[in-house]
């Protein structure tokens, strides 16, 4: 069965500081791989997709991603971060070429400090 | 419509009773997906519609689960005699074609079961 596991369940950074946030997937085959930002308050929203091709992704408000086969990895990246980054982040999977529901991690919730 | 909107926000039951949860996705989209999240958890995924058809209920937790979406667009979940573990958030998300689409969420239905 696939799944999604982010490593870090609280993050608290300073306002300019880089993030990374990991995640890591189990799956045999080809998968497309999310990041989904939910600020308080508010819904899930997509930050950024990988489906194939480039393994690094770019998404809304600066925030990056890069999709490494070997590692099962999909880990979100931020050189400088905000205040406004403030929310929780869950990373979600889905197997390639299908219409199929997403297998989310269990999220990380990040807390800038201005 | 513009986004996603499911209805009740916020719903308080009583043990035992029947509670129905309301999407109405974003027009014209194919697919339509049920999550159920519980407190600090990721989105689990409950089932899937591509149009009228229920093509995967997989993740239904029990035969107290129950969804439709008659005509292709809005759709309906039902819980049947509700049990405290089903507290939850349920989510709504639906995308635009059959195969590898951005799922776009709803601002998802606060079931509280006393």
């Known amino acids: 069965a696939q799944s999604v596991s982010q490593h870090n369940h609280h993050v608290i950074l300073s306002e300019a500081a880089s993030l990374e946030l990991g995640c890591n997937y189990s799956y045999g085959g080809t998968v497309n791989l999310f990041w989904y930002v939910q600020y308080p308050g508010q819904h899930l929203q997509l930050l950024l997709k990988y489906f194939s091709g480039d393994p690094l992704v770019k998404g809304i408000k600066g925030f990056e991603a890069e999709f490494i086969k070997s590692k099962f990895s999909f880990n979100l990246r931020k050189p400088s971060v905000q205040w406004s980054d403030t929310a929780e982040y869950f990373c979600a999977m889905k197997p390639g070429g299908g219409a199929d529901g997403l297998t989310f991690g269990k999220g990380t919730h990040l807390i800038i400090q201005p | 419509g513009a986004g996603v909107s499911q209805s009740p926000r916020y719903k308080v039951a009583k043990r035992g009773q029947d509670v129905a949860l309301r999407c109405d996705p974003i027009?014209?989209?194919?697919?339509l997906f049920w999550y159920q999240q519980a407190l600090g958890q990721g989105p689990e995924f409950l089932t899937y519609f591509q149009n009228e058809a229920q093509l995967d209920k997989s993740g239904l937790p029990s035969d107290r689960f129950f969804a439709e979406r008659p005509e292709g667009s809005v759709s309906t979940l039902k819980i049947q005699r509700t049990q405290q573990e089903d507290s939850a958030v349920y989510l709504c998300a639906s995308s635009q074609r059959i195969m590898e689409e951005t799922q776009y969420f709803g601002p998802g239905t606060r079931l509280l079961v006393l």
């Open positions: 027009s014209g989209h194919v697919s």
